[in-house]
Each structure stands twice: as C-alpha cells, then as structure tokens.
C-alpha cells in the first residue's frame, strides 16, 4: 500500500515554469513505476509522463515533450515533474500514480496500469 500527495501546482503565467512534487508513504517505493496524468475541464484524464522503477527510463505524451520532465529521487520517497514553456492548454488538475513493477525497465503509460493516485494539484496558465 502506498500514499501519494502532491504539491507544487499554482498560477503561472504563459511561458513560465513550476515544479510538482508526489511524496510517497509506504515501504518499497523504489519497486514502484510512476506517472503523471492531468485532467482539463471537461475532458478526460491523460497521461503526461512515466518514469521506471530505477529512474532510467521515461516517456512522455507528444504534448509535453521536450517540455516536461519527470525525474524521481528514491532516497526521497519522490517523484517530480518539472515544467518549463507553459501553455494555457496545459492548463489541469494534475495526478501522480504508482504500480508495482516487477522489473527495472517497464513504463507504463495507461490509467489503468496504476492502482495508486494522488489526490491532484491544480496548475493553471494563463495568457
């Protein structure tokens, strides 16, 4: 069983830059793979990022690449996704998830995969 709480989310301006951060409680963070997912209004929730158990591998949505980047620190029972070029479409409620994964290289980019979320930070761009 593992906890997930975000934090980091605000209003930024179009452009600018934030930090989230999902702490994780529980034992064996280190077995978990992570991602992050977003929510706009009205829409559905999608994937943003994923990153391996080990930190060695990450994948990210078309939409945020060359943007975003998800990193975790074990030590730190964390995982971070930093945003740079914000837009207003990346405008969300944004999701951190865990899942056991039984190897080191697997990702795992579907909503379903996870058993684990947060209970979501806002982020808000404007224009």
């Known amino acids: 069983q593992v906890q997930l709480v975000e934090s980091g989310g605000g209003l930024v301006q179009a452009g600018g830059s934030l930090r989230l951060s999902c702490v994780a409680s529980g034992r064996a963070f280190s077995n978990y793979a992570l991602g992050w997912f977003r929510q706009a209004p009205g829409k559905e929730r999608e994937f943003v990022a994923t990153?391996?158990?080990?930190?060695?591998?990450?994948y990210y949505a078309d939409s945020v690449k060359g943007r975003f980047t998800i990193s975790r620190d074990n030590a730190r029972n964390t995982v971070y996704l930093q945003m740079n070029s914000l837009k207003p479409a990346d405008t969300a409620v944004y999701y951190c998830?865990?899942?056991?994964?039984?190897?080191?290289?697997?990702?795992?980019?579907?909503?379903?995969?996870?058993?684990?979320w947060g209970q979501g930070t806002q982020v808000t761009v404007s224009s």
């Open positions: 990153i391996t158990r080990s930190g060695s591998s990450t």
């Open positions: 998830a865990a899942t056991l994964s039984s190897t080191y290289w697997t990702y795992y980019v579907e909503e379903y995969d996870y058993n684990y």
